[in-house]
C-alpha cells in the first residue's frame, strides 16, 4: 500500500485517499483517482440499467441518455472536485505569504526562549509559547520531544487513576507517535522518552499490570487507527 505525507500538518496516510484524515488538505492523485472510481462506478451502474431496460426501449433513445447522464456526472464531478481545492488551497492565497512570514519571524525571535524553557524543564513557559504560534512551535525541532514530556508531565500530575488515565499511560508507551506527530518520532530525544516510558510502566506494574499483560490490553481495546479505547479499558482498571 502506498503512503502520502501531507504537506500541510505532516501526518502519513493511505496515498489513495483523497484527503488528509487529520488535517482535511487535498492529496491531488488520491482525490483525482478516487473521483475517477465514482465516475467509472456511476459508468458501471448505468451499463447495468442499460441491460436491464434494453429489451423494453429503444437503443437508440438509451445510449443517447446514458451520454446525457454520464455527461452530467461529469460536469458535477468535476465541480466537486473545483469546489474542494477551493477549500484547500489556501497556500496559494498572499495572506498565506505574510503568515509564513509572521510565524518565521515570531521563532527567530523566540528560538532562544523555547529551548531555555524545555531545557529547565518549564513546560508550562514553553506552552504559553505555543499558544502565541502553534504552527511556528510545531515546527520547532524539540516540539516532539515537548510533546511526550507535557503529556508525561500531565499524567504524573492526575490526583486519580481512571480510564482516561490509563488510556493516556497506554498511549505514550505503546503509541507516543500520538503525542509527538506521525513524523517527529526521528527528532525525539530517545533516552528522555525511555525514561518516562519505563517509569509508566514500573507505576503500572505496582497496580498490578505486568508489560506483556498491559501489551494485550492494549491489542484488545485498541481501535482501527491503533488507538486504545477509553470506555473499554475500564474493564481492565485495577486499585493499586
Known sequence: MSTVQCKNCGSVFDGRKGYCPYCGTMNKRGAYAEFRMKISALIDSMLGLKENVEQSVSRIVLSSLLRSLIFI???????????????????????????????????????????????????????????????????????????????????????????????????????????????????????????????????LETRGYSLPELEDIYEKCADSYGYADSDLLKQYMKEG
Not at 464531478?77 to 473545483?82: D, K, L, R
Not at 527567530?108 to 524543564?121: H, I, P, R, T
Not at 520547532?140 to 480510564?163: C, H, M, N, T, V
Open 73 to 203: 456526472a461529469v460536469i458535477i464531478g468535476i465541480a466537486f472536485a473545483f469546489s474542494r481545492t477551493a477549500q484547500v488551497n489556501y497556500k496559494n492565497d498572499p495572506k498565506y505569504d505574510q503568515q509564513a512570514y509572521e510565524e518565521i519571524t515570531w521563532m527567530n525571535d523566540n528560538l532562544s526562549k523555547l529551548n531555555e524553557a524545555y531545557e529547565s524543564g518549564d513546560m508550562k513557559a514553553v506552552e504559553k509559547l505555543y499558544y502565541q504560534q502553534p504552527n511556528a512551535v510545531r515546527n520547532w525541532s524539540r516540539y516532539p520531544s515537548y510533546a511526550l514530556k507535557l503529556a508525561y508531565q500531565k499524567i504524573k500530575g492526575e490526583d486519580r487513576f481512571d480510564a482516561y488515565c490509563f488510556q493516556r499511560m497506554l498511549h505514550l508507551i505503546f503509541r507516543p507517535e500520538i503525542f509527538a506527530g506521525y513524523n517527529g518520532m526521528s527528532r525525539v530525544d530517545e533516552a528522555e522518552y525511555a525514561e518516562m516510558r519505563d517509569d509508566l510502566i514500573a507505576e
